[in-house]
């Protein structure tokens, strides 16, 4: 059953990725516990950054039972600055053995070639039976100004896909094919952190928790699993106080 979101607000973006990693830790050593394995998504783009380095220094991370995968990738080579492979291999994946970490091929010319490979990768590695969906321990997520998520943007044709796990979707705005999981792949996860600081963030941010815009990030909710939402103050600043004091 889809559950409410546990709204989360700190008063910095430091306190922010400082208690992000220890969400981080504690679910990976739970999961560990439990199944001898964390499986999580990680998240593109700036923000998560900061969080993946202090992860890096950590000694509580039982780095040989997480097994890493993005929840998208930009189609460019995983060298290129843009890559997110490239940002959290520097920040992070380093300190991981490398046959835990799974990254899409964007080196693969054909963008959809790249993406049915990454499915096939996910389909081995969760070992699914067609129409089945992988579950995540945890899937991370950002949140643009556009409240696009993962790569699904607004208006983009992989919005409406619901029976693929990964597809490539071509951004307009980008001019540029991204590598990306579906709705389905996001909702089956066991939880959903959406991490989102600073200012830009704070009009999505009200629209998809007590708003009406149909934002791409709107309609990421496990049907069964957790959902959290970790916000600094600015990105939390056009929240309504009931909201903000719950
Ligand atoms: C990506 C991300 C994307 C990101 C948002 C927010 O590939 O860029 O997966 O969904 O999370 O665009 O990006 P920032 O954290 O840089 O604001």
């Known amino acids: 059953m889809t559950q409410q979101p546990e709204i989360r607000i700190l008063n910095s973006p430091s306190e922010l990725f400082q208690s992000a990693a220890d969400e981080f830790a504690r679910l ?16 593109g783009g700036s923000t998560p950054k900061s969080m993946y380095s202090l992860l890096a220094t950590r000694s509580d991370i039982p780095w040989k039972q997480i097994y890493f995968f993005f929840g998208d990738e930009r189609h460019v080579p995983p060298d290129h600055p843009e890559s997110n492979y490239r940002m959290a291999y520097a920040a992070m994946l380093s ?3 490398q ?20 499915e096939e990768t996910l389909r081995s590695f969760f070992r699914l039976q067609p129409g089945e969906f992988p579950r995540f321990d945890l899937t991370l997520l950002g949140l643009g100004p556009d409240g696009h998520t993962a790569s699904l943007f607004p208006g983009s044709a992989a919005l ?26 996001l909702n089956n996860s066991a939880c959903v952190m959406f991490l989102a600081s600073g200012q830009e963030k704070a009009h999505p941010v009200h629209q998809i928790l007590e708003g009406s815009e149909a934002l791409p990030a709107r309609h990421v909710h496990p049907t069964n699993g957790r959902l959290i939402w970790m916000l600094d103050r600015d990105a939390a600043s056009a929240l309504s106080d009931a909201l903000r004091t719950s």
């Open 28 to 43: 990976a050593n739970d999961a560990v516990t439990a199944r001898g394995r964390f499986t999580v998504a990680l998240s």
């Open 95 to 97: 300190h991981a053995p």
């Open 99 to 118: 046959e835990n970490v799974f990254r899409v091929h964007t080196e693969q010319p054909d963008a959809n070639v790249a993406a049915v490979a990454y």
């Open 160 to 185: 409406k896909e619901n029976q693929r796990l990964v597809v490539a979707n071509w951004i307009e705005k980008f001019n540029q094919y991204r590598i990306t999981f579906t709705y389905p792949v």
